[in-house]
């Protein structure tokens, strides 16, 4: 029986969650000392923590080891949580996850002074123009709408310092519900439906840091919120991001090859998986999405991917 259950049968008081959770992180206040960056302290963080699972009542059904594991995660990334939305404890039944969010990404890009990102949401009503190709560009004036139910684009623009064409990318937002559904295990108890526009503007973000200069920092957030984002527990120790399988329950470190996937090294998709996956797909919005995976592939394998893209394209348009 634990310390709380057994102060509850001696006293009759069941003890306050919040201060039990403030008491469980003091002790482990030397550890996030030392994992934290220069910016932050232990107690910041530690407040920070108790603030968010104080307006959280799905969070006090987490297991306190778990939630720590996720402030650990925060304090290697520097980022604070629920601050500015730099990144969020997101509660899945009794297990917690930091999620990382735009914002968080945004300043770990601006930490390294290699590069600018930046990312804007689209509504009904804006005024809205862009281009790809050689000479990209985004014309955004932005309406008085903000309603996350009218959005209708979202996009991410990156500038390595010294270049002198922006990386730009462009998502409607029918193409970043059927992204979410194609890779989401949670069901509506995924993040996506408490903060749709967060997690709207975190994946052409996504893509745009594969073409921006990485830090350790930048990768292992990157991992994570590729792993969060399929529906699997992830927090970061030492320099890799270790993945709980939540239907499996398997735990596994992420490997140096899969990191370098997910910040825009090779697929961790094989090549003959995604070469059935467009032979296969019957719409046009989830075969454009495989085109956008594409893109990384080794040359050889790109070229033969892309024209089975454009082949299914044709089958599903009739051109």
């Avoid at 985004?138 to 903000?146: D, L, M, Q, T």
């Avoid at 594409?294 to 790109?302: A, G, H, L, Q």
Wanted: include cysteine; aromatic fraction near 8%; charged fraction near 25%.
């Amino acid at each position: 029986m634990s310390t709380a259950n057994l102060k509850t049968v001696a006293t009759g008081k069941k003890e306050n969650p919040v201060a039990s959770f403030s008491n469980f992180l003091e002790k482990f206040k030397p550890q996030m000392a030392l994992a934290l960056p220069k910016h932050l302290t232990a107690d910041r963080m530690a407040r920070l923590a108790v603030t968010a699972f104080s307006t959280t009542p799905k969070l006090q059904e987490c297991e306190p080891k778990s939630i720590l594991g996720a402030i650990m995660t925060a304090s290697t990334l520097g980022l604070e949580i629920n601050v500015d939305g730099q990144g969020f404890l997101v509660p899945y039944g009794r297990t917690c996850t930091f999620v990382p969010g735009w914002k968080g990404l945004v300043d770990l890009v601006s930490r390294s002074g290699r590069a600018t990102v930046w990312t804007g949401a689209v509504f009904e009503g804006d005024d809205f123009d862009y281009a790809l190709g050689d000479s990209p560009f985004i014309r955004h004036k932005p309406g008085e709408e903000n309603d996350p139910d009218k959005l209708t684009h979202v996009y991410a623009v990156g500038r390595v310092n010294g270049s002198q064409l922006p990386v730009i990318e462009v998502w409607t937002i029918k193409k970043i519900w059927k992204h979410r559904d194609k890779y989401n295990k949670q069901g509506g108890k995924h993040y996506s439906f408490r903060d749709p526009e967060m997690y709207a503007r975190k994946i052409p973000l996504l893509q745009v840091l594969k073409y921006m200069p990485k830090s350790i920092e930048l990768s292992n957030a990157v991992a994570l919120s590729a792993a969060v984002d399929e529906g699997k527990h992830a927090v970061i120790e030492g320099d890799f991001v270790t993945v709980t399988d939540p239907d499996t329950g398997e735990i596994r470190g992420m490997t140096d090859t899969e990191q370098r996937s997910n910040s825009g090294g090779t697929p961790g998709t094989p090549y003959s998986v995604m070469l059935d996956r467009i032979q296969k797909c019957n719409d046009i919005d989830v075969l454009d999405i495989c085109a956008d995976e594409v893109r990384d592939y080794p040359e050889n394998e790109r070229v033969k991917l892309e024209q089975a893209y454009m082949d299914r394209r044709e089958v599903l348009t009739g051109a």
